[in-house]
């Protein structure tokens, strides 16, 4: 079975701090995908990243990056120099052949609060 | 990124009465869809699969015949609460891989929220 752990459920930081937001997961597939969506409080979910288990290059975009490390079955994105309009919901979520192709699995969701 | 919209954005109804939600891709076209329902402060969790041309795939414990899929057309997929409970007042999304390729980023749509009185 796929799962992903979000172990923060809320982070509260003062604008300009980096944060980082962990995700670990579980899957049995040899080829699996991993995102990262936000979900502001309009409810829409954005997506950010994409990455693929066979690609293990970091990647940066602007203020965000993300750490994927096999090893330790953990996909976390910092964003630097945060910014009130980076509050929201962000969800890490894993995608493979167990679930059946496009399926996803989220994980809980960490709670963003950055505050002037 | 690709573009996927959902009507009504928001409905409020009373007990016993059935909803429809429609899920659009607006450029481009989905052989499949994805339902999900996202309770206040809780993660996503995948209702069904709607496929075009053919019955829909529901995940376990998930009752079909309340929660009606109709994959109309490569760009329209419908959900119908039939004889909707308050239980059922959440926040549905629609999903959409950009392709039939295997693990496509999926696009989501912007929701719709009901609430059943």
């Known amino acids: 079975a796929q799962k992903v752990t979000q172990a923060q459920t809320e982070i509260s930081v003062v604008e300009k701090e980096d944060v980082t937001l962990d995700c670990v997961y579980e899957?049995?597939?040899?080829?699996?995908?991993l995102f990262w969506y936000k979900q502001p409080p309009s409810g829409e979910l954005v997506f950010l990243i994409r990455r693929n288990s066979f690609d293990e290059q970091n990647e940066i975009s602007g203020r965000y990056s993300w750490n994927f490390q096999k090893s330790t079955s953990s996909f976390n994105f910092t964003i630097t120099a945060s910014q009130v309009v980076d509050s929201a919901v962000y969800f890490c979520?894993?995608?493979?052949?167990?679930?059946?192709?496009?399926?996803?699995?989220f994980g809980t969701g960490t709670q963003l609060k950055v505050e002037l | 990124g690709a573009v996927v919209s959902q009507h009504p954005s928001r409905v409020i109804c009373k007990s016993g009465t059935s909803v429809k939600i429609e899920c659009r891709s607006l450029d481009f076209q989905a052989t499949t869809m994805f339902w999900y329902r996202q309770f206040p402060k809780q993660s996503l969790m995948l209702m069904a699969t709607s496929n075009e041309g053919s019955k829909a795939t529901y995940e376990q414990g998930v009752e079909k015949d309340k929660f009606l899929i109709n994959h109309a057309s490569l760009t329209l997929s419908t959900l119908t609460v039939t004889s909707a409970h308050p239980e059922d007042s959440s926040f549905y999304i629609c999903?959409?891989?950009?392709?039939?390729?295997?693990?496509?980023?999926?696009?989501f749509g912007p929701g719709t929220r009901l609430l059943v009185l």
């Open positions: 999903s959409a891989p950009t392709s039939g390729g295997l693990q496509e980023t999926q696009y």
């Open positions: 899957t049995r597939d040899t080829t699996y995908y």
């Open positions: 979520a894993l995608g493979g052949l167990t679930g059946g192709g496009n399926k996803l699995t």
